[in-house]
Nanobody, 122 residues
Framework: QLQLVESGGGLVQPGGSLRLSCTAS????????IGWFRQAPGKEREFVAH????????YYANSVKGRFTISRDNAKNTVYLQMNNLNPEDTAIYYC???????????????WGQGTQVTVSS
């Protein structure tokens, strides 16, 4: 079974940046879309971005477009989420997930990581 582990979360000031990583084992990620989702306290899980297996196709939620960048290094079996110009509304637990087809609905994803906390506060 594919296992995903997120890392890179933390506390950052408004306007700051963080880079999240999602590393997979024991199988290669080449054939999988990877999506990033987030869930803030008291709110529903929200789609952030996804990337195709080759990295040639990406898609972003409007709320993060222009600020976040999703990328992948298949040689390292890792997908990244570069988050710039963060604001308090970005505070949430961020999860990566994998499936064969992508999409913005969490239910479409088969494998999930445990999440990493991102807190944006001064």
């Amino acid at each position: 079974q594919l296992q995903l582990v997120e890392s890179g979360g933390g506390l950052v000031q408004p306007g700051g940046s963080l880079r999240l990583s999602c590393t997979a084992s024991p199988f290669t990620l080449d054939w999988y879309y990877i999506g990033w989702f987030r869930q803030a306290p008291g709110k529903e899980r929200e789609f952030v971005a996804h990337i195709s297996g080759s990295g040639s196709r990406t898609y972003y939620a409007n709320s993060v477009k222009g600020r976040f960048t999703i990328s992948r290094d298949n040689a390292k079996n890792t997908v990244y989420l570069q988050m710039n110009n963060l604001n308090p509304e970005d505070t949430a637990i961020y999860y990566c997930a994998a499936n064969r087809f992508g999409g913005s609905q969490g239910l479409a994803y088969d494998y999930w990581g445990q999440g990493t906390q991102v807190t944006v506060s001064s």
